[in-house]
Antibody, heavy 118, light 107 residues
């Protein structure tokens, strides 16, 4: 059974940084792209970033490029999202998902809430 | 970027009825269109990938069709657990984009 456990959310002040983590099990981690999708309170889904299975390719939403960095450690079956220069509009539930490169977002984590507020 | 438009925004039906949800793309996405179901307080769940492939564990009452710019998710006979928000999403081009969602609620 595929399981994705995302963590690392919390309350952060504007301009601050946060690192989200996603730990996977139940599939061959290094063979699958990993992605982050967010959802602002009461809003729809917004794709954030995707990293290929071996980590050689990364993709970002235009509005986030330069502030967010996606990475992965296949030895730990984990994906990460480093979020810098956070703004109030980054407040959302952040979901990790497997896939997103050559496939749809097949499985999702439970989400981790990021709140950017002073 | 490819803009996805979903209609209707809200669909009110009764259990046992047939639901037809639409997704239109601003340019062709080929067959690279997926559908997700999201219930309140839960993460999204993949329902249909690549236009018409049911995801693991998705009942046969769910079906997808379409191509290029016009896609449909059909639920043949609604069960109580099907009432949720449904999003379409394209993986034809970067950035990946989602539609705004259709809320399927109980009439």
């Amino acid at each position: 059974e595929v399981q994705l456990l995302d963590s690392g959310g919390g309350l952060v002040q504007p301009g601050g940084s946060l690192r989200l983590s996603c730990t996977a099990s139940g599939f061959m981690f290094s063979s699958r792209a990993m992605s982050w999708v967010r959802q602002a309170p009461g809003k729809g889904l917004e794709w954030v970033s995707t990293i290929s299975g071996l980590g050689f390719e990364t993709f970002y939403a235009d509005s986030l490029r330069g502030r967010f960095i996606i990475s992965r450690d296949n030895s730990k079956k984990s994906s990460y999202l480093q979020m810098n220069s956070l703004r109030a509009e980054d407040t959302a539930i952040y979901y990790c998902a497997n896939g997103g490169h050559m496939s749809s977002f097949d499985s999702w984590g439970q989400g981790t809430l990021v709140t950017v507020s002073s | 970027e490819i803009v996805l438009t979903q209609s209707p925004a809200t669909l009110s039906l009764s259990p046992g009825e047939r639901a037809t949800l639409s997704c239109r793309a601003s340019q062709s996405v080929g067959s690279s269109l997926a559908w997700y179901q999201q219930k309140p307080g839960q993460a999204p769940r993949l329902v249909i990938s690549d236009t018409s492939n049911r995801a693991t564990g998705i009942p046969a009452r769910f079906s997808g069709s379409g191509s290029a710019t016009d896609f449909t998710l059909t639920i043949s006979s609604l069960e109580p657990e099907d009432f949720a928000v449904y999003y379409c999403q394209q993986r034809s081009e970067w950035p990946r984009t989602f539609g705004p969602g259709t809320k399927l609620d109980v009439k």
